[in-house]
């Protein structure tokens, strides 16, 4: 398994890694939506007012599709967009949510997510690091 996962890191490099482990976050909140009742929190009741759980359940699915795809070395800006826009949406929703009054304590949670987009947005502007021949930095570790 440590090879396998030695031998993805090298073949997508640090920033495809951040994507891929954007793109497991993504789908696993995705399924939690699509699997999650309206009556299960308050911010699902408020989020089901404005559409059913499941088209946001699909949103988040299909930007762990784009982030996933994305992971391939130089094509991943529009994952990194997605991954950001995703997160700022969560954001703007929970804040939205607590100001109206319908979802309690949801600054907190919105500012779990607005700190995560962040740290997404520095990742997405970080360079891939590479040697002097711009060859990948980091390379796995020598068969045994």
Same mark, same amino acid.
């Given at each position: 398994?440590?090879? #396998?996962? #030695?031998?993805?890191?090298?073949?997508?490099?640090?920033?495809?890694?951040?994507?891929?482990?954007f793109?497991?976050?993504d789908?696993? +909140?995705?399924?939690?939506?699509?699997?999650?009742?309206?009556?299960a929190?308050?911010? +699902?009741?408020?989020?089901?007012?404005?559409?059913?759980l499941w *088209?946001? #359940?699909?949103?988040?699915?299909?930007?762990?599709?784009?982030?996933?795809?994305?992971?391939?070395?130089?094509?991943?800006?529009?994952?990194?967009?997605?991954?950001?826009?995703i997160?700022?949406?969560?954001?703007?929703? +929970?804040?939205?949510?607590?100001v109206?009054?319908?979802?309690?304590?949801?600054?907190?949670?919105?500012?779990?997510?607005?700190?995560?987009?962040?740290?997404?947005?520095?990742?997405?502007?970080? *360079?891939?690091?590479?040697?002097?021949?711009?060859? *990948?930095?980091?390379t796995?570790? *020598?068969?045994?």
């Amino acid at each position: 398994m440590g090879r #396998a996962v #030695a031998r993805l890191h090298h073949k997508v490099g640090r920033r495809g890694t951040a994507l891929l482990v954007f793109a497991a976050l993504d789908v696993a +909140y995705g399924l939690r939506l699509a699997s999650a009742s309206p009556d299960a929190q308050p911010f +699902y009741a408020w989020l089901h007012g404005i559409l059913p759980l499941w *088209p946001w #359940a699909v949103l988040w699915i299909a930007i762990a599709v784009v982030c996933a795809l994305g992971s391939v070395r130089n094509c991943d800006r529009v994952a990194f967009t997605a991954a950001i826009g995703i997160k700022v949406l969560w954001f703007s929703l +929970y804040l939205s949510g607590w100001v109206l009054g319908d979802v309690p304590d949801g600054w907190v949670s919105a500012v779990v997510w607005g700190s995560f987009a962040m740290c997404v947005w520095l990742i997405a502007g970080w *360079p891939e690091p590479v040697t002097s021949k711009g060859q *990948p930095a980091w390379t796995p570790p *020598p068969s045994e």
